[in-house]
Protein backbone atom coordinates (compact mmCIF):
# COMPACT_ATOMS: atom_id res chain seq x y z
CA UNK A 1 0.00 0.00 0.00
CA UNK A 2 1.24 3.39 -0.67
CA UNK A 3 3.13 5.11 2.45
CA UNK A 4 1.04 8.23 3.25
CA UNK A 5 4.18 10.55 2.69
CA UNK A 6 3.57 10.09 -1.01
CA UNK A 7 -0.17 11.00 -0.77
CA UNK A 8 1.08 14.93 0.13
CA UNK A 9 1.88 15.70 -3.20
CA UNK A 10 -1.46 14.14 -4.82
CA UNK A 11 -2.74 17.89 -4.36
CA UNK A 12 -0.62 21.38 -5.29
CA UNK A 13 -2.85 24.04 -3.66
CA UNK A 14 -1.58 27.10 -3.90
CA UNK A 15 -4.30 30.00 -2.58
CA UNK A 16 -2.04 33.06 -2.85
CA UNK A 17 -1.58 32.70 -6.79
CA UNK A 18 -4.73 30.82 -6.85
CA UNK A 19 -3.85 27.78 -8.31
CA UNK A 20 -5.52 24.13 -7.34
CA UNK A 21 -4.22 20.87 -9.41
CA UNK A 22 -5.05 17.27 -8.29
CA UNK A 23 -2.33 14.44 -9.39
CA UNK A 24 -4.50 12.54 -11.66
CA UNK A 25 -3.03 8.99 -10.06
CA UNK A 26 -5.82 9.83 -7.48
CA UNK A 27 -8.32 8.63 -10.10
CA UNK A 28 -6.78 5.56 -11.21
CA UNK A 29 -3.88 4.12 -8.61
CA UNK A 30 -4.95 1.25 -6.44
CA UNK A 31 -2.82 1.88 -3.43
CA UNK A 32 -4.80 5.42 -3.30
CA UNK A 33 -7.95 3.71 -4.05
CA UNK A 34 -6.94 1.56 -0.52
CA UNK A 35 -6.12 3.89 1.82
CA UNK A 36 -8.94 5.88 0.77
CA UNK A 37 -10.98 2.67 2.20
CA UNK A 38 -9.15 2.63 5.20
CA UNK A 39 -8.79 6.57 5.99
CA UNK A 40 -12.58 7.51 4.70
CA UNK A 41 -14.81 5.23 4.28
CA UNK A 42 -14.07 2.75 7.41
CA UNK A 43 -13.66 6.43 9.35
CA UNK A 44 -16.63 8.59 8.30
CA UNK A 45 -20.69 8.14 9.00
CA UNK A 46 -22.13 6.53 5.95
CA UNK A 47 -25.52 7.58 4.80
CA UNK A 48 -27.43 4.07 4.07
CA UNK A 49 -31.24 4.26 3.72
CA UNK A 50 -33.95 6.18 4.92
CA UNK A 51 -36.51 4.60 7.74
CA UNK A 52 -39.96 5.45 4.61
CA UNK A 53 -38.16 2.28 2.94
CA UNK A 54 -39.59 -0.10 5.26
CA UNK A 55 -42.12 1.55 7.44
CA UNK A 56 -43.71 -1.43 9.54
CA UNK A 57 -42.48 -3.74 11.58
CA UNK A 58 -40.74 -7.19 9.86
CA UNK A 59 -39.99 -4.46 6.47
CA UNK A 60 -36.21 -4.75 5.46
CA UNK A 61 -34.02 -3.36 2.50
CA UNK A 62 -30.80 -4.97 1.98
CA UNK A 63 -27.84 -2.94 1.09
CA UNK A 64 -24.33 -2.76 0.31
CA UNK A 65 -22.57 0.27 2.66
CA UNK A 66 -19.03 0.61 1.82
CA UNK A 67 -18.14 -2.77 0.49
CA UNK A 68 -20.24 -4.24 3.77
CA UNK A 69 -23.54 -6.01 2.82
CA UNK A 70 -26.27 -4.43 5.07
CA UNK A 71 -29.70 -5.37 6.66
CA UNK A 72 -31.78 -2.88 7.67
CA UNK A 73 -34.64 -3.69 9.25
CA UNK A 74 -37.25 -2.75 11.16
CA UNK A 75 -37.80 -5.41 13.97
CA UNK A 76 -40.80 -6.97 15.80
CA UNK A 77 -40.23 -4.19 18.26
CA UNK A 78 -40.39 -1.40 15.98
CA UNK A 79 -36.92 -0.61 16.87
CA UNK A 80 -34.92 0.11 13.31
CA UNK A 81 -31.86 -1.79 13.60
CA UNK A 82 -28.35 -2.40 10.87
CA UNK A 83 -27.12 -6.20 10.95
CA UNK A 84 -24.33 -7.03 9.12
CA UNK A 85 -25.30 -9.71 6.38
CA UNK A 86 -23.40 -12.44 7.06
CA UNK A 87 -24.41 -15.93 8.57
CA UNK A 88 -22.42 -16.64 11.79
CA UNK A 89 -22.15 -20.22 11.19
CA UNK A 90 -19.78 -20.16 7.52
CA UNK A 91 -20.54 -15.94 6.03
CA UNK A 92 -23.12 -16.55 3.76
CA UNK A 93 -25.39 -14.15 3.17
CA UNK A 94 -28.50 -14.03 5.41
CA UNK A 95 -30.78 -12.06 3.47
CA UNK A 96 -30.79 -12.41 -0.08
CA UNK A 97 -34.08 -10.61 -1.32
CA UNK A 98 -33.24 -6.77 -1.91
CA UNK A 99 -36.24 -6.13 -0.04
CA UNK A 100 -39.39 -7.64 2.08
CA UNK A 101 -42.13 -6.92 4.22
CA UNK A 102 -43.51 -8.33 7.38
CA UNK A 103 -40.80 -10.83 7.95
CA UNK A 104 -40.48 -13.09 10.72
CA UNK A 105 -36.83 -14.49 10.66
CA UNK A 106 -33.99 -14.63 8.05
CA UNK A 107 -32.79 -18.51 7.53
CA UNK A 108 -29.35 -18.90 5.81
CA UNK A 109 -30.11 -20.95 2.70
CA UNK A 110 -26.65 -22.46 3.11
CA UNK A 111 -27.25 -24.60 5.87
CA UNK A 112 -30.24 -23.06 7.45
CA UNK A 113 -29.77 -21.46 10.68
CA UNK A 114 -32.12 -18.83 11.28
CA UNK A 115 -32.48 -15.45 12.69
CA UNK A 116 -35.21 -13.21 14.06
CA UNK A 117 -35.68 -9.58 12.58
CA UNK A 118 -33.81 -8.35 16.17
CA UNK A 119 -30.39 -10.47 14.89
CA UNK A 120 -30.97 -13.09 17.61
CA UNK A 121 -30.22 -16.84 16.63
CA UNK A 122 -33.29 -18.87 16.67
CA UNK A 123 -32.58 -21.69 15.13
CA UNK A 124 -29.58 -24.23 14.77
CA UNK A 125 -30.14 -27.40 12.58
CA UNK A 126 -28.72 -30.37 14.60
CA UNK A 127 -28.33 -28.25 17.47
CA UNK A 128 -27.76 -31.49 19.69
CA UNK A 129 -24.53 -31.79 17.78
CA UNK A 130 -22.70 -28.86 19.34
CA UNK A 131 -20.63 -29.00 22.80
CA UNK A 132 -22.21 -27.36 25.98
CA UNK A 133 -19.74 -24.86 24.91
CA UNK A 134 -22.03 -23.41 22.01
CA UNK A 135 -23.55 -20.12 22.98
CA UNK A 136 -26.61 -19.69 20.49
CA UNK A 137 -26.78 -16.21 22.11
CA UNK A 138 -23.69 -14.99 21.56
CA UNK A 139 -24.05 -15.61 17.70
CA UNK A 140 -26.42 -13.21 17.21
CA UNK A 141 -26.14 -11.18 13.62
CA UNK A 142 -23.45 -8.50 14.44
CA UNK A 143 -25.09 -5.15 14.39
CA UNK A 144 -22.79 -2.39 12.41
CA UNK A 145 -20.73 -0.77 14.96
CA UNK A 146 -22.41 2.99 14.84
CA UNK A 147 -26.13 3.46 13.62
CA UNK A 148 -27.85 6.85 13.61
CA UNK A 149 -31.21 7.71 12.69
CA UNK A 150 -31.65 11.52 11.96
CA UNK A 151 -35.69 12.16 11.22
CA UNK A 152 -35.48 9.00 9.33
CA UNK A 153 -32.38 9.00 7.64
CA UNK A 154 -30.06 6.10 8.90
CA UNK A 155 -26.45 6.44 8.87
CA UNK A 156 -23.62 4.05 10.14
CA UNK A 157 -20.50 4.02 10.72
CA UNK A 158 -17.39 1.16 10.74
CA UNK A 159 -15.53 2.83 13.24
CA UNK A 160 -16.73 2.57 16.77
CA UNK A 161 -14.70 5.05 18.20
CA UNK A 162 -16.03 7.59 16.30
CA UNK A 163 -16.95 11.11 16.80
CA UNK A 164 -20.65 11.77 17.71
CA UNK A 165 -22.89 11.49 14.64
CA UNK A 166 -23.74 15.80 15.46
CA UNK A 167 -20.25 16.47 15.84
CA UNK A 168 -19.24 14.97 12.44
CA UNK A 169 -22.30 16.80 10.52
CA UNK A 170 -21.05 20.01 12.27
CA UNK A 171 -22.97 22.92 10.06
CA UNK A 172 -24.05 20.98 7.32
CA UNK A 173 -27.11 19.11 10.17
CA UNK A 174 -28.80 22.61 9.77
CA UNK A 175 -28.49 22.43 6.26
CA UNK A 176 -29.50 18.86 6.18
CA UNK A 177 -32.77 19.85 8.42
CA UNK A 178 -34.01 22.12 5.99
CA UNK A 179 -34.37 19.84 3.49
CA UNK A 180 -35.98 17.65 6.06
CA UNK A 181 -38.45 20.76 7.13
CA UNK A 182 -40.31 20.48 3.79
CA UNK A 183 -42.69 17.65 5.02
CA UNK A 184 -42.71 14.53 6.27
CA UNK A 185 -40.19 13.35 3.85
CA UNK A 186 -40.45 9.88 2.51
CA UNK A 187 -38.06 8.24 -0.19
CA UNK A 188 -40.67 7.40 -3.09
CA UNK A 189 -40.72 3.72 -4.01
CA UNK A 190 -38.33 2.73 -7.20
CA UNK A 191 -35.09 3.82 -6.20
CA UNK A 192 -32.50 4.35 -8.84
CA UNK A 193 -29.50 1.99 -9.14
CA UNK A 194 -27.17 2.32 -11.72
CA UNK A 195 -23.17 1.62 -12.21
CA UNK A 196 -20.30 3.90 -13.92
CA UNK A 197 -16.92 2.83 -14.87
CA UNK A 198 -15.22 5.90 -13.34
CA UNK A 199 -13.69 6.91 -9.96
CA UNK A 200 -15.92 8.10 -7.39
CA UNK A 201 -14.61 11.02 -6.82
CA UNK A 202 -15.38 12.39 -10.23
CA UNK A 203 -19.21 12.29 -9.40
CA UNK A 204 -18.74 14.16 -5.95
CA UNK A 205 -17.17 16.84 -8.48
CA UNK A 206 -19.77 16.57 -11.03
CA UNK A 207 -22.84 16.28 -8.76
CA UNK A 208 -22.16 19.51 -7.43
CA UNK A 209 -20.78 21.17 -10.42
CA UNK A 210 -22.49 23.75 -12.37
CA UNK A 211 -19.80 25.26 -14.54
CA UNK A 212 -20.64 22.08 -16.76
CA UNK A 213 -24.43 22.03 -16.99
CA UNK A 214 -24.80 24.47 -19.93
CA UNK A 215 -22.77 22.27 -21.99
CA UNK A 216 -23.23 18.87 -21.01
CA UNK A 217 -26.77 19.40 -20.23
CA UNK A 218 -27.30 21.84 -23.24
CA UNK A 219 -30.37 19.69 -24.77
CA UNK A 220 -32.24 20.25 -21.55
CA UNK A 221 -31.65 24.10 -20.96
CA UNK A 222 -31.99 24.90 -24.70
CA UNK A 223 -34.41 22.35 -25.67
CA UNK A 224 -36.79 20.81 -23.39
CA UNK A 225 -36.87 23.69 -20.74
CA UNK A 226 -38.41 26.01 -23.54
CA UNK A 227 -40.63 23.22 -25.13
CA UNK A 228 -41.96 23.47 -21.56
CA UNK A 229 -42.73 27.29 -21.88
CA UNK A 230 -39.92 27.88 -19.27
CA UNK A 231 -36.86 29.87 -19.36
CA UNK A 232 -33.52 27.61 -19.22
CA UNK A 233 -31.28 29.21 -16.38
CA UNK A 234 -28.13 27.93 -17.12
CA UNK A 235 -25.56 29.74 -15.11
CA UNK A 236 -23.65 29.79 -17.51
CA UNK A 237 -23.58 31.93 -20.74
CA UNK A 238 -22.89 29.57 -24.29
CA UNK A 239 -21.23 31.70 -25.90
CA UNK A 240 -18.86 33.40 -23.02
CA UNK A 241 -19.20 36.63 -21.68
CA UNK A 242 -20.38 37.77 -18.24
CA UNK A 243 -22.63 35.46 -16.09
CA UNK A 244 -26.54 36.34 -16.81
CA UNK A 245 -27.30 35.72 -13.59
CA UNK A 246 -26.47 35.90 -9.68
CA UNK A 247 -24.50 33.35 -8.14
CA UNK A 248 -25.58 31.55 -5.06
CA UNK A 249 -21.94 31.23 -2.58
CA UNK A 250 -20.89 28.42 -1.72
CA UNK A 251 -20.07 27.97 1.56
CA UNK A 252 -17.95 25.35 3.45
CA UNK A 253 -19.77 23.89 6.09
CA UNK A 254 -16.95 22.27 7.87
CA UNK A 255 -15.70 18.42 7.92
CA UNK A 256 -15.89 18.27 3.76
CA UNK A 257 -19.68 19.44 3.75
CA UNK A 258 -20.61 21.90 1.69
CA UNK A 259 -23.28 23.47 -0.12
CA UNK A 260 -23.66 25.54 -3.70
CA UNK A 261 -26.52 27.58 -2.29
CA UNK A 262 -26.93 27.75 1.63
CA UNK A 263 -30.49 27.95 2.66
CA UNK A 264 -32.25 31.41 1.72
CA UNK A 265 -35.72 32.61 1.67
CA UNK A 266 -34.17 35.13 -1.07
CA UNK A 267 -33.37 32.44 -3.42
CA UNK A 268 -35.32 29.91 -6.05
CA UNK A 269 -34.87 26.43 -6.71
CA UNK A 270 -34.01 24.84 -10.24
CA UNK A 271 -37.53 23.07 -10.20
CA UNK A 272 -39.44 26.60 -8.79
CA UNK A 273 -40.81 27.25 -12.25
CA UNK A 274 -41.59 24.39 -13.66
CA UNK A 275 -43.66 23.58 -10.06
CA UNK A 276 -45.00 26.75 -10.71
CA UNK A 277 -46.40 26.08 -13.85
CA UNK A 278 -47.45 22.48 -13.77
CA UNK A 279 -48.86 22.59 -10.35
CA UNK A 280 -49.51 26.27 -9.82
CA UNK A 281 -52.91 25.73 -7.43
CA UNK A 282 -51.15 22.88 -5.56
CA UNK A 283 -48.44 24.75 -4.90
CA UNK A 284 -49.96 27.47 -3.34
CA UNK A 285 -51.80 24.81 -0.73
CA UNK A 286 -48.82 23.67 -0.19
CA UNK A 287 -46.78 26.92 0.33
CA UNK A 288 -50.10 27.82 3.09
CA UNK A 289 -49.39 24.29 5.03
CA UNK A 290 -46.16 25.08 5.29
CA UNK A 291 -46.02 29.08 5.99
CA UNK A 292 -48.38 27.61 8.89
CA UNK A 293 -45.70 25.19 9.99
CA UNK A 294 -42.91 27.95 9.83
CA UNK A 295 -43.73 31.22 9.13
CA UNK A 296 -43.20 32.96 5.59
CA UNK A 297 -39.53 33.42 5.91
CA UNK A 298 -38.36 30.42 7.11
CA UNK A 299 -41.33 27.86 4.93
CA UNK A 300 -40.07 29.98 1.72
CA UNK A 301 -36.20 28.94 2.67
CA UNK A 302 -37.40 25.27 3.13
CA UNK A 303 -38.88 25.27 -0.70
CA UNK A 304 -36.26 26.66 -2.13
CA UNK A 305 -33.90 24.42 -0.45
CA UNK A 306 -29.91 24.47 -0.59
CA UNK A 307 -29.08 23.98 -3.98
CA UNK A 308 -26.11 20.74 -4.19
CA UNK A 309 -24.54 19.91 -1.25
CA UNK A 310 -22.26 17.02 0.22
CA UNK A 311 -22.12 15.23 3.32
CA UNK A 312 -18.61 14.07 3.01
CA UNK A 313 -17.48 11.68 1.81
CA UNK A 314 -20.03 10.37 -0.61
CA UNK A 315 -23.61 11.58 0.05
CA UNK A 316 -24.81 14.19 -2.14
CA UNK A 317 -28.41 16.00 -1.89
CA UNK A 318 -29.92 17.88 -5.13
CA UNK A 319 -32.53 20.57 -3.46
CA UNK A 320 -33.60 21.39 -6.83
CA UNK A 321 -34.48 17.68 -7.97
CA UNK A 322 -35.43 16.45 -4.37
CA UNK A 323 -32.59 13.82 -4.98
CA UNK A 324 -30.13 11.45 -2.48
CA UNK A 325 -27.71 10.35 -4.29
CA UNK A 326 -24.92 7.51 -2.48
CA UNK A 327 -22.21 5.78 -4.35
CA UNK A 328 -19.77 3.54 -3.59
CA UNK A 329 -16.67 2.58 -5.47
CA UNK A 330 -15.63 -1.33 -5.96
CA UNK A 331 -12.50 -0.62 -7.86
CA UNK A 332 -10.71 2.79 -8.41
CA UNK A 333 -12.63 2.65 -12.01
CA UNK A 334 -16.05 1.61 -11.13
CA UNK A 335 -18.78 2.32 -8.60
CA UNK A 336 -22.22 1.76 -7.97
CA UNK A 337 -24.41 4.63 -7.65
CA UNK A 338 -28.29 4.74 -5.74
CA UNK A 339 -30.38 7.81 -6.61
CA UNK A 340 -33.99 8.37 -4.57
CA UNK A 341 -36.14 10.75 -4.93
CA UNK A 342 -37.22 12.04 -1.40
CA UNK A 343 -40.47 13.81 -1.53
CA UNK A 344 -43.33 15.08 1.42
CA UNK A 345 -45.83 12.37 2.57
CA UNK A 346 -48.09 15.53 2.64
CA UNK A 347 -48.56 15.74 -1.15
CA UNK A 348 -51.61 15.54 -3.29
CA UNK A 349 -51.41 12.83 -5.80
CA UNK A 350 -51.21 16.10 -8.50
CA UNK A 351 -48.34 17.73 -6.73
CA UNK A 352 -46.15 14.20 -6.54
CA UNK A 353 -46.87 13.61 -9.92
CA UNK A 354 -45.73 17.11 -10.75
CA UNK A 355 -42.80 16.53 -8.74
CA UNK A 356 -41.72 13.33 -10.00
CA UNK A 357 -42.36 14.41 -13.78
CA UNK A 358 -39.30 17.33 -12.80
CA UNK A 359 -36.99 14.21 -11.18
CA UNK A 360 -37.25 11.91 -13.94
CA UNK A 361 -37.11 14.04 -16.80
CA UNK A 362 -33.69 15.21 -15.51
CA UNK A 363 -32.14 12.62 -12.82
CA UNK A 364 -33.88 9.31 -14.27
CA UNK A 365 -31.98 6.73 -16.15
CA UNK A 366 -33.97 7.99 -19.13
CA UNK A 367 -33.38 11.83 -18.33
CA UNK A 368 -31.39 14.47 -19.93
CA UNK A 369 -28.74 14.86 -16.85
CA UNK A 370 -28.05 11.19 -15.79
CA UNK A 371 -27.08 9.72 -19.25
CA UNK A 372 -24.95 12.86 -20.07
CA UNK A 373 -22.96 12.65 -16.81
CA UNK A 374 -22.11 8.74 -17.02
CA UNK A 375 -21.04 9.70 -20.57
CA UNK A 376 -19.11 12.47 -19.62
CA UNK A 377 -17.49 10.77 -16.34
CA UNK A 378 -16.33 7.57 -18.15
CA UNK A 379 -15.12 9.61 -20.55
CA UNK A 380 -12.80 11.68 -18.01
CA UNK A 381 -11.93 7.62 -16.82
CA UNK A 382 -10.74 6.41 -20.34
CA UNK A 383 -8.82 10.01 -20.61
CA UNK A 384 -6.67 9.31 -17.33
CA UNK A 385 -4.87 6.58 -19.09
CA UNK A 386 -2.82 9.69 -20.35
CA UNK A 387 -2.18 10.09 -16.64
CA UNK A 388 2.10 9.79 -16.80
CA UNK A 389 2.23 12.25 -19.50
CA UNK A 390 -0.66 14.54 -18.41
CA UNK A 391 -0.30 14.30 -14.40
CA UNK A 392 -2.67 17.14 -13.56
CA UNK A 393 -6.39 18.32 -13.48
CA UNK A 394 -7.01 21.75 -12.70
CA UNK A 395 -9.27 22.74 -10.45
CA UNK A 396 -8.56 26.60 -9.75
CA UNK A 397 -11.54 28.04 -11.42
CA UNK A 398 -13.09 31.48 -8.56
CA UNK A 399 -10.06 31.28 -6.87
CA UNK A 400 -8.73 34.83 -5.70
CA UNK A 401 -12.67 35.36 -5.43
CA UNK A 402 -13.09 35.66 -9.43
CA UNK A 403 -16.94 34.80 -9.98
CA UNK A 404 -17.65 37.64 -12.48
CA UNK A 405 -17.57 34.67 -15.10
CA UNK A 406 -19.52 32.56 -13.41
CA UNK A 407 -19.88 29.44 -10.87
CA UNK A 408 -16.75 28.70 -8.93
CA UNK A 409 -14.75 24.87 -7.76
CA UNK A 410 -14.46 25.94 -4.71
CA UNK A 411 -17.04 23.12 -3.73
CA UNK A 412 -14.98 20.56 -5.18
CA UNK A 413 -11.66 22.05 -3.89
CA UNK A 414 -13.26 21.94 -0.12
CA UNK A 415 -14.17 17.91 -0.69
CA UNK A 416 -10.48 17.65 -2.24
CA UNK A 417 -8.71 19.35 0.84
CA UNK A 418 -11.03 17.04 3.33
CA UNK A 419 -9.62 14.01 1.06
CA UNK A 420 -5.98 14.91 0.95
CA UNK A 421 -6.18 15.67 4.69
CA UNK A 422 -7.56 12.50 5.56
CA UNK A 423 -5.18 10.83 3.73
CA UNK A 424 -2.41 12.44 4.79
CA UNK A 425 -3.17 12.96 8.50
CA UNK A 426 -6.28 10.91 9.02
CA UNK A 427 -8.05 14.50 10.40
CA UNK A 428 -10.23 16.57 9.37
CA UNK A 429 -8.58 19.68 7.24
CA UNK A 430 -7.71 22.96 9.39
CA UNK A 431 -9.38 24.68 6.77
CA UNK A 432 -11.29 25.25 3.69
CA UNK A 433 -11.94 28.40 2.37
CA UNK A 434 -9.61 29.47 -0.77
Given at each position: ?103 EIFRCFYHGWVYNTRGDLKGVPGEDAYSDAFDRDAL ?295
Amino acid sequence: MQEVRNAAGLIVDDRESGIFRVHRSAFVDKDIFELERSRIFDRSWLFAGHASEFPDPGDFITRTVAGRPLILVRGDDGKIRALMNTCRHRGNLVCRDHKGKGAEIFRCFYHGWVYNTRGDLKGVPGEDAYSDAFDRDALGLEPAPRMHNHRGCIFVSFDPEIESFEDFMGAALAVLDNTLDLGDMEFVQGHLKYSMRANWKLLVENSMDGYHAAFTHERFFTHFMPAMGLEGRTRMPLDGGPNPSPISPTIPLGNGHVTTGYPSSGRLSQGHDYLEKYATGEMEKYRQMLTLRHGPDKSRMIEQGAGNYLIFPNLIIIDGWRVFRTFYPSSQDYMEINGWACMPKEDSPELRNVRLEWYLGFQGPGGFATPDDVEALEGCQMGFATQKEVEWSDISRGMKGITAGGPSELQMRVFWREWHSRLTTGQHAAEYGD
